[in-house]
């Protein structure tokens, strides 16, 4: 276990893997040839054979961190200098301020490190054998999603701290069952775009769940930083997310909170896998009655109508709640000012085809509406190279087959 003395804020993993990798809790590092002079030393057989060893100083580099964790100082102090992120440091001193950062020796291509920061360790007592915590991805009411790696294995994890207290004290008292139900629900599905859950870990006012972490981000940070998507982009990654969701229809489990915030993306490439997450209100259908549930659940802006006005719904509240996303995503906020449906009348003629898909999902109506395994056979869905082109993707990246 990592003692409370020796707080880990920083991390270099290896890009070339003959670099050592190395957890950094001392204040300073000296990265070099010198063999007794440096803390992490490029010396070896593996080193001698290396392109670029010769270039390399006894001491190349310092890494260090000062002001209580709060800075971290890159120092070169080499002959033929550093590069972080592509730009030269030359004997020079430069503060690393983004979460990660990748660090070149000698010569710009001789990518050896990604540092990545670190902002302590977690306190259930089985999590901090495993993993460092770095840096935050997201915060809900009474959740904080950080990115972790696995302190054995390096691998890279998503790790959801749920505060217990926090959720009784605004909902009130017994309302950790409905905690466990989202550790459940989302512990029982298995989909190739469903992000993965593994462990869970118990505290006295804290609930850690691991899962898989998605590089790329949300979909809400893609549509508000990057850019609107196109038509295909939306085709790419809706098409994913419309399986994942029929899937849990098929379950008789409705999410109840599908919104691009709750989509998330494996890397920040245009086609790439996309993940449904957080089954925080997610429930499942138990009767063979479609209109059950009555309680609000979600979000507003994305909330069926039959939702909002508590008329009792079921797993095709997620259809409208999918068509707003796609909405959002194609056309952007305005979808919130129009009202939906108006936004529609904004798309042009010649989307006949995704302008179906929403109007379809769209429908006011909850009976009218069709389901999930409907919607996938529209002609907008039934798109033979996007379909063969996603597929692909997922089997060479999970080796799994969408269903
Ligand atoms: N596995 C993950 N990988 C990367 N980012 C994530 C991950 N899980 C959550 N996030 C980020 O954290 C945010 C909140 O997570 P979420 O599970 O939706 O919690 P909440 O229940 O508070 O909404 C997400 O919108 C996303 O930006
Ligand atoms: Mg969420």
Not at 197 to 208: A, C, D, I, K, Y
Not at 276 to 282: E, P, T
Not at 287 to 297: C, F, H, K, P, V
Not at 351 to 363: D, M, Q, S
């Amino acid at each position: 276990m990592i003692s409370s003395s020796a707080i880990p804020w920083g991390y270099l993993e290896p890009i070339n893997p003959i670099y050592p990798r190395q957890i950094l809790t001392k204040p300073s590092y000296i990265i070099g040839r010198h063999p007794c002079d440096c803390d992490i030393t490029l010396d070896s057989i593996e080193f001698r054979q290396h392109e670029y060893f010769i270039h390399l100083s006894s001491k190349h580099c310092i890494i260090q961190c000062t002001n209580n964790g709060q800075t971290v100082i890159f120092h070169d102090t080499s002959r033929n200098g550093c590069y972080i992120d592509g730009e030269l440091v030359h004997q020079t001193k430069i503060s690393l301020e983004k979460h990660e950062h990748v660090i070149s020796l000698a010569v710009k291509e001789n990518q050896v490190y990604r540092f990545i920061r670190l902002s302590g360790v977690f306190n259930a007592v089985q999590l901090d054998e495993h993993y460092l915590k770095a840096n935050l991805l997201g915060s809900g009411s009474f959740a904080n999603v950080y990115k972790a790696i696995s302190s054995v294995t390096q691998v890279r994890r998503a790790i959801k701290i749920i505060n217990k207290d926090q959720c009784e004290k605004q909902i009130g008292s017994g309302f950790s069952k409905y905690l466990y139900r989202e550790v459940a629900i989302h512990g029982s599905v298995d989909h190739p775009c469903i992000l993965r859950r593994f462990e869970v870990f118990h505290e006295r006012s804290n609930l850690f769940v691991e899962m898989e972490y998605a590089g790329g981000g949300s979909l809400f940070d893609r549509i508000h930083k990057t850019s609107l998507m196109t038509e295909e982009e939306c085709k790419f990654i809706f098409y994913q997310i419309a399986c994942a969701l029929a899937y849990l229809h098929r379950l008789k489990i409705v999410h109840r909170d599908i919104k691009p915030a709750n989509v998330l993306l494996m890397t920040n490439e245009r086609e790439t896998i996309a993940k449904l997450s957080d089954f925080g209100v997610a429930k499942h259908v138990y009767t063979s009655s479609r209109y059950l549930n009555t309680t609000i659940a979600g979000t507003q802006q994305f909330m069926a109508p039959e939702v909002l006005l508590q008329t009792g719904h079921s797993t095709n509240a997620d259809v409208w709640s999918f068509g707003m996303t796609l909405l959002n995503a194609y056309v952007g906020d305005t979808v919130f000012r129009l009202r939906g449906i108006r936004a529609l009348n904004s798309i042009s003629y010649s989307k006949r085809e995704l302008k179906e898909i929403l109007v379809k999902t769209l429908e006011t109506n909850s009976f009218a509406r069709p389901d999930m395994t409907q919607l996938l056979r529209y002609p907008w869905f039934r798109d033979q190279t996007c379909f063969e082109r996603v597929q692909k993707l997922i089997y060479e990246q999970t080796g799994q087959y969408l269903r």
